[in-house]
């Protein structure tokens, strides 16, 4: 049976149909989920994409991690079902404590959209399970508040516990994050955020490579071994 | 009904982009003698509570939405009319 992946849509998501799309080249079943939903309709796993969901009011992600969507999304992810953030995702996942830390503004004040440098340092999620550690990778991010923040001790707890699942490249941090952190992942590894776009390099005919397609066939991949 | 009005700061020990681009333009303009610019936000929000009930519900959204305790801290005061930061000019 071929594995369901749910993409939630908020209002002002953008990067959906990309994220969507990118399950199915992976080999998935993406299901779409509504912001207002109060269930994720049983899917494997959950994909929360791009955008500026609710306009970024109040905070990036803080009126989004309140839709009665999350609720459930949260209860998937307490219960180990495999949860990923992409860029407004990983804002939302911080928001709503799915994830230590916070995103705050570049720290040039720029809006930067561009391919970055992204080392994988960790392969024990099912988000990192497609790549080699060590894996040099090419991604395209787009953002204004990317910053990747937190407190000394959380950063510390992090890195000794292995939490720090994709690194900018050394001297390609885009945003001032701390450490040059670009996706980390929770206690029990099954949440990962990261502000780089996977889904948008996953068609070897657009110019952003085909870098991000592995976050989703080893997703995939890693459903399949635990069936 | 009363008026709140709630002060929101970047934590200190963390960087402000906004200020730092702000205190950097000051010089240029000729406004010597400024430093520690931060920039944050200022809310302002009528509340049907009075008292212990008052405080419980401002802390409690503060702490739970309106700000994010990660990386920002906050001042709440009740304000009279003629403080709230839109009253018009007096001269």
């Known amino acids: 049976m071929t594995a369901r992946v749910g993409v939630v849509t908020f209002p002002g998501s953008l990067d959906d149909r990309d994220a969507a ?10 299901v779409a989920l509504w912001h207002e939903d109060d269930d994720i309709k049983g899917v494997d796993a959950v994909v929360l994409p791009g955008g500026f969901s609710y306009g970024d009011s109040l905070r990036c992600g803080a009126i989004a991690h309140l839709a009665p969507v999350m609720a459930a999304v949260a209860r998937f ?13 990983f804002q939302v996942l911080c928001e709503a404590r799915l994830l230590p830390g916070a995103l705050l503004r570049n720290d040039r004040l720029r809006f930067v959209s561009r391919p970055v440098g992204v080392q994988v340092e960790r392969t024990d999620t099912p988000f990192s399970a497609g790549y080699a550690p060590g894996q040099r990778l090419v991604l395209p991010v787009k953002h ?19 939490r720090v699942v994709f690194r900018y490249a ?5 945003n001032g994050s701390a450490r040059d952190i670009a996706g980390i992942t929770n206690a029990a590894r099954n949440v990962v955020g990261l502000m780089p776009h996977p889904e948008h390099a996953v068609d070897a005919t657009l110019s952003e490579g085909t870098d991000g397609l592995a976050m989703f066939a080893g997703l995939l991949g890693s459903l399949t071994s635990v069936r | 009904m009363p008026r709140v009005a709630i002060d929101v700061l970047l934590k200190r020990e963390l960087l402000d982009p906004q200020g730092r681009a702000t205190e950097r333009a000051l010089p240029g303009l000729g406004y010597d003698g400024v430093s520690d610019v931060r920039i944050g936000k200022h809310l302002e929000l009528d509340v049907d509570a009075v008292g ?8 409690a959204m503060c ?5 994010n305790p990660v990386v920002e801290t906050y001042r709440w005061r009740v304000i009279a009319d003629d403080e709230r930061a839109d009253a018009p000019a007096t001269r």
């Not at chain 1, 799309?21 to 993406?30: F, L």
């Not at chain 1, 204004?144 to 292995?162: H, I, K, P, Q």
């Not at chain 1, 050394?170 to 885009?174: A, F, H, R, S, V």
């Not at chain 2, 702490?63 to 700000?67: D, Q, V």
């Open chain 1, 77 to 89: 992810a307490a219960e180990g079902g495999p949860v990923l953030g992409i860029c407004n995702g």
């Open chain 1, 170 to 174: 050394t001297g390609e941090n885009p």
């Open chain 2, 52 to 59: 212990e009930a008052l405080d419980a519900l401002v802390e």
């Open chain 1, 144 to 162: 204004g508040e990317g910053r990747y923040v937190a407190d000394e001790s959380t950063l510390d707890e992090l890195e000794s516990e292995g």
């Open chain 2, 63 to 67: 702490a739970g939405f309106l700000t």
């Open chain 1, 21 to 30: 799309t990118a399950v199915r080249i992976a080999g998935g079943d993406a």
